[in-house]
């Protein structure tokens, strides 16, 4: 049983992976559930399985779009060495990077963002609901650690911080370029996250 849900896994994953490479080089409207399933090697209905139809594709690439930070947070709780604050910043910087680097990676967030915004805004919320408990768990732990500033609340400042991001990347995805993500917004982030860390650790970079 195990080495089937491993399997399943593997080829959602996959699927996933395809869609959103087909998605970047010919747009989201222009490839077809068929095309998903032959570029990951499967059948079209591989895809209706895992997916239902174009619109579950989506959605659960919405999902995968926070996989980085929960990740974070999951490490931080096994490796007491990691240091909170400054791997936020490298890990949201890295995020922010990525996103400027391809413009048809602006195009799909964008694409997903005001999809599930109509759609399925339920999903949209539970999304940002997890997104802020993972950036104030970050918080939390700094604190346990001592990385946060005497007095400070964790759950204030990752909040704060989790207004921030959102924010910023919403404003880029709209096609505000009076700021560059990949600088601009990364510098931002670090004097916010510095003004709140004991020692200044987020400075470097």
């Known amino acids: 049983m195990g080495r089937i849900r491993e ?14 490479r087909l ?7 222009a490839v077809s559930l ?21 619109h579950g594709l989506l959605l659960a690439l919405l999902d995968r779009v ?23 910043v490298e890990l949201v910087t890295d995020q922010f990077r990525g996103l400027q ?34 950036i104030i768990a970050v918080f939390r732990l700094a604190e346990t650690r001592g990385r946060l500033l005497p007095g400070g609340s964790p759950e204030v400042a990752g909040l704060a911080c989790f207004g921030l991001i959102s924010g910023l ?3 880029w995805l709209h096609g505000d370029d009076a700021f560059d993500l990949a600088n601009d917004a990364a510098r931002a982030l670090r004097l916010f996250v510095d003004s709140v860390s004991r020692d200044g650790t987020a400075r470097a970079g």
């Open 34 to 54: 068929e095309e998903i399933g032959q570029a990951a090697g499967f059948s079209r209905g591989a895809v209706h399985w895992h997916f239902h139809n174009k």
């Open 169 to 171: 990347i919403n404003a």
């Open 101 to 134: 680097s391809q413009p048809g990676r602006r195009y799909i967030t964008g694409h997903l963002m005001t999809f599930a915004a109509s759609e399925a805004p339920e999903r949209l919320r539970d999304f940002e609901t997890q997104l802020r408990a993972a």
């Open 66 to 88: 926070g996989f980085p930070l929960h990740q974070f947070v999951e490490a931080l709780h096994t490796d007491t060495k990691l240091d909170p604050l400054a791997g936020l």
């Open 7 to 20: 399997e399943s896994e593997r080829t959602r994953d996959q699927l996933l992976a395809a869609g959103e």
């Open 23 to 29: 998605f970047l080089e010919k747009g989201i409207a």
